[in-house]
């Protein structure tokens, strides 16, 4: 569940980001589209890097050694 909510977090912040960038920066059809399509890129990027690190979590590959002696 919280996979699903942190993805359409993701999705929410990218929509606002691009809507953002579009009123603010309006400068005409290419630049726009250019700064649309970094805006996706960068969202996507930073969605990638927070899903593997959190399926990673999921099944470690190294299973911690508990020490007996404390």
Do not use: D
Not at 3 to 17: D, H, N, P, Q, R
Not at 32 to 50: G, P, Q, R, S, Y
Request: one cysteine or more; charged letters at 5%; a neutral charge.
């Amino acid at each position: 569940m919280a996979f699903l909510v942190t993805s359409l977090i993701f999705a929410v912040v990218g929509i606002i980001a691009s809507v953002f960038t579009r009123i603010c920066f309006n400068q005409g059809p290419s630049t726009n589209l250019l700064h649309f399509t970094l805006v996706i890129t960068a969202t996507v990027c930073c969605w990638l890097m927070w899903a593997i690190v959190y399926i990673a979590q999921m099944k470690p590959l190294i299973v911690p050694i508990l020490s007996e002696v404390e």
